[in-house]
């Protein structure tokens, strides 16, 4: 009875016509199986710390599987604790955590940098001798995503910056906020807790003269 098993292999037609091109094809599979370099990712979960805390984590699933030697597919399985980028210099950042379903790039490092972590800035040894491994992977975000709803547009073409959000925006300064433009258009309510000063004149603390010569000034607005 003949043998009906089937093999299936990666190798090219040519792996075995000479020695050169054996050791090629051995080199070039070791490499592909140890070396990771970046990869398109899809955000599973992240550990959103706000405002209040440093940049975080996301879990990542690859959104490119691997092909067996069978030519099947395999389903990738998804990388834990990726650090994610933030734009920060010091303590000042523009704070934009990841949400789940973005889109972005896993990278991974040329060594073991698990003994890298947030507030350390000086060298660390190495935690293992693994290189280039799916476990030293970082996360780069902002691609392929959705039209946005909240936003801030810097456009170079008019020189205009547009803000934009359907809830509320908030500045806070411990000392002052200082606008200075030619004209100033507010559109909508506008609530001050404290006062409002123009041109020196305090809003809620300001007086009237009287209506009639000799007369005494009014009080405060109430």
Do not use: W
């Amino acid at each position: 009875m003949a043998d009906e098993t089937s093999y299936t292999s990666n190798r090219r037609l040519n792996t075995g016509a000479s020695p050169v091109n054996a050791i090629s094809f051995l080199v070039e599979n070791i490499i592909k199986g140890l070396v990771n370099t970046a990869i398109p990712v899809r955000v599973d979960s992240c550990t959103a710390p706000g405002p209040n805390g440093s940049a975080g984590f996301v879990s990542a699933t690859p959104l490119v599987m691997q092909r067996g030697a069978d030519g099947k597919s395999l389903l990738p399985a998804s990388l834990p604790k990726l650090p994610f980028f933030r734009i920060q210099a010091g303590d000042a950042a523009i704070v934009l955590d990841p949400q789940p379903g973005d889109i972005g790039l896993a990278i991974f490092a040329q060594q073991d940098c698990s003994n890298v972590s947030s507030g350390k800035t000086d060298p660390a040894q190495a935690g293992s001798f693994r290189c280039f491994d799916m476990a030293d992977g970082f996360y780069l975000g902002g691609f392929m995503g959705v039209a946005p709803q909240v936003f801030i547009h810097l456009d170079p073409v008019s020189n205009n910056i547009h803000v934009k959000t359907p809830a509320k925006v908030t500045i806070e300064a411990a000392d002052s906020v200082t606008i200075n433009a030619p004209q100033t258009n507010i559109t909508g309510k506008v609530t001050v807790t404290d006062d409002l000063t123009a041109r020196g004149i305090s809003v809620s603390k300001h007086v009237h003269p009287g209506v009639y010569p000799g007369s005494s000034t009014t009080g405060e607005p109430q």
